[in-house]
């Protein structure tokens, strides 16, 4: 079997980027996509992905008939160490190359300064209204868009999530609640569980230890506390309507987001934040987890907004590992935009080699790590 494919960096993470034409119908995704990225296996070492969490995505393209969408695309987040696929959230990362594939592959004209291009995520129904920058109606010769957490330039794209709340769950609040009580690890937590572009549910960094003032250490004190977090994680699964049991929580959502306000020596920033993707602590921010901070910020009675209080201008500054990231709120025309801006770019162009039958390599390996 030989797939097109193109690689590509959307902001802080790298996905694979497929047609829907170009993947055989015949064969589930649940079982491609999962070879095709070498998994099962840590190191992904005889396909495609990166090993991590960050960089082990796929996205979908195709064109729908409605001429009100430029793209649909459906995002998958590929397992590592298990031969599995989750569906059930979108990559906002991973988002911001839509746009442009659209561009470069010429399904959208650019036109003007900055192209507008309304993409559509197949797993939540969330329509992302994406700007990608055209000085003079065509993208820059050489990328010139610089964005935190990555060291070299792409192009700037803007990503405008329309009125996101509650496209996973139906509500803002799934729990009916601004903030919630979850037993965990002999301990009651105060949370807030928000769905708006991701669902997350949101955990103050002093419950956990967490020194607010010195931010660089939060790491070690989260690392020593991730069975804790987990926990917390899956029941809130359960409680936001995602999991029937904590057992069947999925890896990728909800997602766990710890935050206080700025310590003393920080400047400029509204929140610091460490978020957590498939049981790690992320290296920057899922930018759909930061929609649903946005939110949380600005709706009285969560755990946020008890931070962040009435300050609250058109931009909420969120200090993250990779550092400052900005989000957005507008109105257009009656529909509220969250939003956040991006920089992306083609990495690869490429013909992926599936040499033997499918699944039967995962099989044998599985076979063979139970005998």
């Not at 495609?48 to 995505?57: E, F, H």
């Not at 004190?221 to 987990?230: A, D, P, R």
């Not at 809130?236 to 049991?245: E, K, P, Q, S």
């Given at each position: 079997?030989?797939?097109?494919?193109?690689?590509?960096?959307?902001?802080?993470?790298?996905?694979?980027?497929?047609?829907?034409?170009?993947?055989n119908?015949?064969?589930?995704?649940?079982?491609?996509?999962?070879?095709?990225?070498?998994?099962p296996?840590?190191?992904?070492?005889?396909?495609?992905?990166?090993a991590?969490?960050?960089?082990?995505?796929?996205?979908?393209?195709?064109?729908?008939?409605?001429?009100d969408?430029?793209?649909?695309?459906?995002?998958a987040?590929?397992?590592?160490?298990?031969?599995a696929?989750?569906?059930?959230s979108?990559?906002?990362?991973?988002?911001?190359?839509?746009?442009?594939?659209?561009?470069?592959?010429?399904?959208v004209?650019?036109?003007?300064?900055?192209?507008?291009?309304?993409?559509?995520?197949?797993?939540?129904?969330q329509?992302i209204?994406?700007?990608?920058?055209?000085?003079?109606?065509?993208?820059?010769?050489?990328?010139?868009?610089?964005?935190?957490?990555?060291?070299?330039?792409?192009?700037?794209?803007?990503?405008g999530?329309q009125?996101?709340?509650?496209?996973?769950?139906?509500?803002?609040?799934?729990?009916?609640?601004?903030?919630?009580?979850?037993?965990?690890?002999?301990?009651?937590?105060?949370?807030?569980?928000?769905?708006?572009?991701?669902?997350?549910?949101?955990?103050?960094?002093?419950?956990?230890?967490?020194?607010?003032?010195?931010?660089?250490s939060?790491?070690?004190?989260?690392?020593?506390?991730?069975?804790?977090?987990?926990?917390?994680?899956r029941?809130?699964?359960?409680?936001?309507?995602?999991?029937?049991?904590?057992?069947?929580?999925?890896?990728?959502?909800?997602?766990?987001?710890?935050?206080?306000?700025?310590?003393?020596?920080?400047?400029?920033?509204?929140?610091?934040?460490?978020?957590?993707?498939?049981?790690?602590?992320?290296?920057?921010?899922?930018?759909?987890?930061?929609?649903?901070?946005?939110?949380?910020?600005?709706?009285?009675?969560?755990?946020?907004?008890?931070?962040?209080?009435?300050?609250?201008?058109?931009?909420?500054?969120?200090?993250?590992?990779a550092?400052?990231?900005?989000?957005?709120?507008?109105?257009?025309?009656?529909?509220?935009?969250?939003?956040?801006?991006?920089?992306?770019?083609?990495?690869?162009?490429?013909?992926?080699?599936?040499?033997e039958?499918?699944?039967?390599?995962?099989?044998?390996?599985?076979a063979?790590?139970?005998?």
């Amino acid at each position: 079997m030989k797939i097109e494919a193109e690689w590509m960096r959307g902001g802080t993470s790298k996905c694979w980027v497929f047609e829907a034409g170009h993947l055989n119908d015949s064969t589930s995704l649940d079982s491609l996509l999962p070879r095709v990225f070498g998994s099962p296996d840590s190191r992904q070492i005889d396909g495609v992905g990166g090993a991590t969490s960050t960089t082990s995505k796929a996205m979908i393209l195709h064109r729908p008939a409605e001429e009100d969408i430029d793209v649909d695309f459906t995002f998958a987040q590929v397992g590592i160490e298990e031969a599995a696929v989750d569906w059930g959230s979108n990559c906002g990362n991973c988002s911001a190359v839509v746009g442009l594939y659209a561009i470069e592959k010429g399904w959208v004209v650019p036109s003007g300064d900055v192209t507008r291009i309304v993409t559509r995520n197949t797993n939540t129904g969330q329509i992302i209204v994406q700007r990608v920058a055209t000085p003079a109606g065509a993208l820059p010769i050489v990328p010139d868009a610089q964005m935190p957490g990555v060291p070299f330039p792409g192009y700037r794209v803007g990503l405008g999530f329309q009125d996101p709340a509650g496209k996973t769950t139906g509500a803002l609040l799934p729990s009916g609640s601004t903030t919630d009580t979850i037993t965990a690890g002999g301990t009651r937590w105060t949370v807030s569980m928000v769905d708006a572009g991701a669902p997350v549910v949101i955990v103050r960094a002093e419950d956990l230890g967490l020194d607010a003032g010195r931010y660089d250490s939060w790491l070690a004190g989260v690392e020593l506390q991730l069975e804790t977090l987990e926990q917390i994680r899956r029941q809130a699964a359960v409680r936001m309507g995602l999991a029937a049991t904590t057992a069947s929580a999925a890896r990728a959502i909800p997602k766990l987001a710890i935050a206080s306000a700025p310590g003393p020596a920080d400047t400029g920033g509204d929140l610091n934040v460490m978020m957590l993707s498939m049981g790690r602590p992320h290296p920057a921010l899922a930018i759909t987890g930061s929609i649903a901070l946005t939110l949380a910020a600005r709706t009285p009675g969560t755990v946020l907004h008890a931070i962040t209080g009435h300050t609250l201008g058109a931009t909420l500054t969120l200090r993250t590992p990779a550092g400052i990231i900005e989000t957005w709120t507008e109105d257009q025309d009656g529909t509220l935009l969250v939003g956040v801006d991006r920089t992306a770019r083609t990495i690869a162009t490429t013909i992926i080699h599936l040499p033997e039958a499918l699944g039967s390599a995962a099989e044998a390996h599985l076979a063979g790590a139970t005998h």
